[in-house]
């Protein structure tokens, strides 16, 4: 059974920063793609970052460039959102989610989600 464990979500002042983790387990870490979407109230998930097999390519939505980072250590089978300088608009439930051999980039392209961490950012 595939399972996407989050965690470090929680509630930061607008400037502050944030470290998501996702610890996938039941599927082989280094044969899937990884991103991180994001879903606010009364809004459509949406793509924040990717992160490819091989860690060596990184793609960011415009919202969030120059940011947010994401990273993955095969080691401990674990992806990482680093997100920095956050704002009041960033606030939404944050998603893991791995596509098989294919960028984790658009919502059709995902395999499997994780349950969701919520992020807050007061103003």
């Known amino acids: 059974q595939v399972q996407l464990v989050e965690s470090g979500g929680g509630l930061v002042q607008a400037g502050g920063s944030l470290r998501l983790s996702c610890a996938p387990s039941?599927?082989?870490?280094?044969?899937?793609?990884m991103g991180w979407f994001r879903q606010a109230p009364g809004k459509e998930r949406e793509f924040v970052a990717a992160?490819?097999?091989?860690?060596?390519?990184?793609t960011f939505a415009d919202s969030v460039k120059g940011r947010f980072t994401i990273s993955r250590d095969s080691a401990k089978n674990t992806v990482y959102l680093q997100m920095n300088s956050l704002k009041p608009e960033d606030t939404a439930v944050y998603y893991c989610?791995?596509?098989?051999?294919?960028?984790?980039?658009?919502?059709?392209?995902?395999?499997?989600w994780g349950q969701g961490t919520q992020v807050t950012v007061s103003s």
């Open positions: 989610a791995a596509a098989f051999n294919r960028p984790a980039v658009v919502t059709s392209t995902i395999a499997f």
């Open positions: 992160i490819s097999r091989s860690g060596g390519s990184t």
């Open positions: 039941g599927l082989t870490f280094s044969m899937y793609d």
